[in-house]
């Protein structure tokens, strides 16, 4: 019989997000036989190699590999891309396509190995079935490239409008080039990202199909297993009251999630009560889709996104202002990168000479002559003046427009905390009203499990941490993704190859780094930090009936100096990786735009894009990288609190 189960190896993934997602494993029965990574008959044999392919590719040295090609891969075709134009990309594109074919040829040997081991249990998995699409969709871009291969002798230049279409009498052409090999190397870069992102987690799928040494931790949930007894055909109502009888029996308990050593039991009895007409195995097949979840499953980014959307949820007037002012805050980074571009392109002079003139009475006087870019020469090497160019008005358009932002700027961001304030607090008081209902609810065994300092230290630390942590998912999620989204499709607008590759590399790094390490030491953390918060509150409860009494206090602080030593080095550990989470993207990302940076430093020199595009695009990788940088911060934030969360959420879900 198989069950979801969650994923158990949340360290050995570089990426946190992907490692707590949840999948199917079929095969579980309560006898001794074999259990094998996909369902379907075939020989020992074939299923024996099977396995032994999906641990070839799952394993560590081979899976850093064919990460760190996919890296280079994406980053050779960034720094090409970035570099290079739509003129000058001819000179490197056979070298870097044949590089990217070799590297696509990795890819599906690793994939097909994948497929063959995994079979129709790929399809229990999002993430594995969205990796063969992304894989799909690179070797298509790569092929792409070969179609529309950018070649000197098979130039068209064509013409497509007028670079000054608002003049009365337009003179200068645009012209546009059947060279679009870039764009297309662009879309390459971004798929190889989306891939990077993916990978992790399949393989985090496929590692559950070969491992089962965890499988003692499975917490059932009770409710799925009553709901999948129901659905048996033919069973009768008796039979079902006899099986709930021996489960409350074998389990203690009316609800909640049961052991699968309780399950195992609990099987043993309920076949004896199944119909005459189904066989034992029939019987358990109609168990396969028991719900599951390992009890060392941890919280990561992921998951606390989606929890705090569900506790979001209810305030759904105050969620979608604080979404609307969001997007309008979003909305003043492209008009600061217009205001940006105008002065670039319109304002500033386009030439300055400053001569230096005697004179007897007066000396060295200086005189400027300044060129602005509405003067142009044509082609009798005549000064015209353009009149669609105004300088002056472009000045005072791209001043007053930087500064009169501000005010809207700053009315948008109190209405930012004003609405975020609302929601989180309704939030808070509503997950408190949960959390005491639910304990209130629950029997005798419930709190025969827990001490009064561990249910006292749930109302303390772990909702303060959280609502902390709520207030991190806004001003360090919510708002910086929206900014982030707004701002690379004006990048894309202005600069498609660079806005590309960087929304790419943006994605890649802030769903990658040493995330799940870090949740791993958070949650050992929040467990040893719970533990001594409810043994100092316990002891200070019987500080008169028997600390006192029996002049225990010197053990007592040896015992709490012990524990406090360990949780010293847990908490270390902690706010030390979710640092590294945080320099991480902080140290890519500001290492990224220096790279696009100097390559559109190289373009304009080329005179491949304006000076005005370069400002313009420079301002909006400037304000995503800021965002992206946030991002980091959020990631250290909810790995950092993400342990408190998740307690609470265990409590408030046994309801």
């Known amino acids: ?68 090609l996919l890296f280079i891969d994406f980053f050779g075709n960034a720094v090409g891309v970035g570099f290079l134009s739509q003129v000058t990309y001819h000179t490197w594109a056979l070298k870097m396509r044949l590089a990217s074919a070799g590297c696509c040829a990795i890819y599906a040997i690793d994939m097909l190995l994948r497929l063959v081991a995994v079979r129709s249990a790929l399809c229990r998995s999002p993430s594995s079935l969205m990796d063969v699409f992304a894989l799909v969709l690179v070797g298509g871009a790569a092929a792409a490239r070969f179609v529309k291969a950018d070649s000197p002798a098979k130039v068209v ?14 003179r200068h052409p645009k012209y546009v080039s059947n060279q679009i090999e870039i764009y297309i190397a662009s879309a390459y870069c971004l798929l190889i990202a989306v891939r990077i992102i993916l990978k992790p987690r399949a393989r985090v799928f496929s590692k559950k199909l070969h491992n089962h040494a965890n499988s003692d931790h499975l917490r059932i949930s009770m409710d799925s297993l009553r709901s999948s007894l129901k659905r048996i055909p033919n069973i009768s109502e008796a039979a079902i009251e006899m099986m709930e009888t021996d489960l409350v029996m074998i389990c203690g308990r009316n609800d909640g999630e049961m052991s699968r050593s309780e399950l195992m039991q609990f099987l043993e009895r309920a076949l004896t009560y199944r119909p005459k007409e189904i066989s034992a195995s029939v019987f358990l097949s109609h168990l396969r889709d028991i719900d599951a979840q390992s009890s060392l499953f941890i919280y990561g980014a992921s998951d606390v996104v989606t929890s705090t959307l569900r506790h979001w949820s ?79 008005k472009a000045l005072k358009l791209g001043v007053w427009g930087i500064l009169l932002i501000c005010v809207p700027f700053a009315i948008v961001d109190f209405l930012m905390g004003y609405f975020q304030s609302t929601m989180i607090a309704k939030a808070t008081e509503r997950l408190q009203a949960s959390l005491l209902k639910t304990i209130l609810a629950q029997p005798t065994l419930f709190f025969s499990q827990r001490t009064e300092g561990d249910l006292n230290n749930l109302f303390q630390s772990d909702v303060a941490r959280v609502n902390a942590l709520w207030q991190a998912v806004f001003w360090n999620l919510m708002h910086p993704i929206v900014s982030i989204m707004s701002g690379f499709s004006f990048l894309i607008y202005f600069e498609p190859s660079v806005g590309m590759v960087c929304l790419g590399f943006a994605a890649m790094i802030v769903s990658s780094g040493p995330q799940g390490y870090a949740s791993k030491k958070s949650k050992d953390f929040g467990s040893k930090n719970a533990y001594v918060s409810a043994e100092f509150q316990n002891a200070i409860a019987c500080q008169k009936v028997v600390v006192r009494a029996y002049s225990i206090q010197d053990k007592l602080l040896a015992k709490f100096d012990k524990t406090t030593q360990t949780l010293k080095q847990s908490q270390f550990l902690k706010d030390f990786w979710a640092g590294v989470v945080q320099i991480y993207v902080d140290s890519a990302m500001f290492f990224f735009v220096a790279v696009m940076t100097a390559a559109l430093a190289t373009k304009v020199y080329r005179a491949d894009i304006t000076a005005g595009d370069f400002f313009s695009a420079v301002t909006l990788m400037s304000r995503i990288s800021t965002p992206v940088t946030v991002l980091g911060g959020f990631m250290r934030v909810a790995i950092g609190n993400a342990s408190s969360l998740q307690r609470l959420d265990e409590i408030v879900r046994e309801v």
């Open 1 to 68: 019989m198989a069950v979801k189960q969650q994923s158990q190896q949340s360290a050995a993934s570089p990426s946190a997000s992907g490692q707590q997602r949840e999948a199917r494993q079929k095969n579980m029965a309560p006898s001794n036989g074999p259990q094998h990574p996909a369902g379907g008959a075939s020989s020992p044999q074939g299923q024996g190699g099977r396995v032994g392919c999906l641990q070839l590719i799952d394993n560590r040295k081979w899976h850093y590999v064919v990460m760190g």
């Open 157 to 170: 230049i064509t013409q497509k409008g007028w670079l000054d279409d608002e003049a009365p009498i337009p």
């Open 314 to 392: 209810n305030q759904r007037l105050a969620l979608s202002c604080t979404v609307l002012v969001v997007l309008i805050n979003a909305s003043f980074v492209p008009l600061v990168a217009y205001f940006m571009s105008k002065l670039g392109d319109e304002a500033f002079p386009q030439q300055v000479i400053k001569v230096a003139i005697t004179n007897r009475t007066q000396g060295y006087t200086i005189r400027t002559d300044i060129r602005y870019q509405n003067l142009t020469t044509d082609a009798s090497g005549v000064d015209i003046e353009l009149p669609y160019i105004m300088p002056d």
